[in-house]
C-alpha cells in the first residue's frame, strides 16, 4: 500500500520567513495532492502535481514534484500568519482504479508568529 | 449553500449506539468519498461512490460501517454498535468526474462530523 511520510511534523516561524515542507513516498506517485486544513474545518485544495519535475504556484505557495515521482516539496515564500495549518500531502496511484482513492501523509502543523 | 455539506458537526453518543452522519454534496458532483480522520492523522479512506453505488468500500473497517447514496447525491454513514475508537471526524468530499477522476484534481471537502463515543 501507497505510504507517505511528511516533514517536518511541525513547524514554528517567524512571519515574513521562508519555509519547505516535504512529502515522500514508498511508491512511485500517480498523482501528488497538496491540501491544507484549519482547526475544525475541512480539507481546502491547494495544488495537484502529476509530471516528473513538475512545478505549480498559488499566490505564494509553490510545490514541485521530482523527476522520480517520489517525492515532492511545498514551499512559501514570505509566510503570513494566514498560512498557519496543517498541510497534508496526498498520492493516488495508477491502481486506485481511476478514481481518487488518496493516501494521506500525517500532516505538517505550521504556525506563523507575527 | 455552495460547498459539501456534513451533519451533524459534533455527535456524542455512548459505545453500543447506532450513529448516522450525513453527507450533502455539491450539486452535480456524480463522485463521493468518504474519510475518518482521527487525531493528530490524515485522513483515510472509507469509501467511494459513483452515483448511487459504492464502487469501492474497501476501507470500511469492519462490517459495523455501511454508507448508502441512494438517489445519487446525499450520503449516508451508518456505525452501527459504535465503539470507542470510532471516534473521530469523517469527513466527506465530492467532486465532478470525467470516468472517475476530477478533471481538476480538487476533491471538495466538508467540515466533517466529529463523533466522540464515551
Known amino acids: 500500500s501507497q505510504e507517505l511520510e511528511q516533514s517536518p511534523q511541525s513547524l514554528i516561524v517567524q512571519e515574513g520567513k521562508n519555509l519547505t515542507i516535504n512529502c515522500t513516498s514508498s511508491k512511485t506517485l500517480y498523482g501528488l495532492y497538496w491540501y491544507k486544513q484549519k482547526y475544525g474545518e475541512g480539507l481546502i485544495f491547494l495544488m495537484m502535481?502529476?509530471?516528473?519535475?513538475e512545478e505549480k504556484s498559488h499566490e505564494k505557495i509553490t510545490a514541485k514534484l521530482d523527476e522520480k515521482k517520489q517525492q515532492s516539496s511545498l514551499h512559501i515564500t514570505a509566510s503570513q500568519p494566514s498560512h498557519a495549518g496543517i498541510y497534508l500531502c496526498?498520492?493516488?496511484?495508477?491502481?486506485?482504479?481511476?478514481?481518487?482513492?488518496?493516501?494521506f501523509g500525517t500532516g505538517t502543523k505550521l504556525q506563523v508568529i507575527p | 449553500g455552495a460547498g459539501v455539506s456534513q451533519t451533524p458537526s459534533n455527535k456524542v453518543t455512548e459505545k453500543g449506539k447506532y450513529v448516522e452522519l450525513r453527507c450533502d454534496p455539491i450539486?452535480?458532483?456524480?463522485?463521493l468519498y468518504w474519510y475518518r480522520q482521527s487525531l493528530g492523522q490524515g485522513p483515510e479512506f472509507l469509501i467511494y461512490f459513483q452515483g448511487t453505488g459504492a464502487a469501492d468500500d474497501s476501507g470500511l473497517p469492519n462490517d459495523r460501517f455501511f454508507a448508502v447514496r441512494p438517489e445519487g447525491s446525499v450520503s449516508t454513514l451508518k456505525i452501527q454498535r459504535t465503539e470507542r475508537g470510532d471516534s473521530a471526524v469523517y469527513l466527506c468530499a465530492s467532486s465532478q468526474t470525467s470516468q472517475g477522476r476530477s478533471k481538476t484534481g480538487e476533491l471538495f471537502f466538508g467540515e466533517g462530523s466529529r463523533l466522540t463515543v464515551l
Open positions: 450539486s452535480g458532483h456524480t463522485a
Open positions: 502535481l502529476q509530471k516528473g519535475g
Open positions: 496526498g498520492a493516488d496511484n495508477y491502481d486506485s482504479g481511476g478514481y481518487q482513492k488518496v493516501t
